[in-house]
Nanobody, 121 residues
């Protein structure tokens, strides 16, 4: 079992930055790929970014490429999402996700409770 706790959300003006953190419990963190998803009101949850267990592979949704960066610190059992040049359309609840294996292609398995990000125009 893995428990995930997100933090770092908030209200920011368009063009600003935020860094989300996700702290994971359990000894299997370094064996799992991790991801960030988001869900805006009235929309389906969508993948934002993923990172492999060792951090060597990342991928991003087209809508955030060049603006967001996912990273991880296996010594701290934490994954981050640095969000720059934020846009109002980035407003959503952001969820941390732990995947079933080390590859970014493995299935999402565990979810955090989410943190709200609101970008004002």
């Amino acid at each position: 079992q893995v428990q995930l706790v997100e933090s770092g959300g908030g209200l920011v003006q368009a063009g600003g930055s935020l860094r989300l953190s996700c702290a994971a419990s359990g000894s299997s963190f370094s064996a799992r790929a991790m991801g960030w998803y988001r869900q805006a009101p009235g929309k389906q949850r969508e993948l934002v970014a993923r990172i492999s267990n060792g951090g060597s592979t990342e991928d991003y949704a087209d809508s955030v490429k060049g603006r967001f960066t996912i990273s991880r610190d296996n010594a701290k059992n934490t994954v981050y999402l640095q969000m720059n040049s934020l846009k109002p359309e980035d407003t959503a609840v952001y969820y941390c996700n732990a995947r079933a294996g080390g590859s970014i292609l493995s299935s999402p398995l565990y979810w955090g409770q989410g943190t709200q990000v609101t970008v004002s125009s």
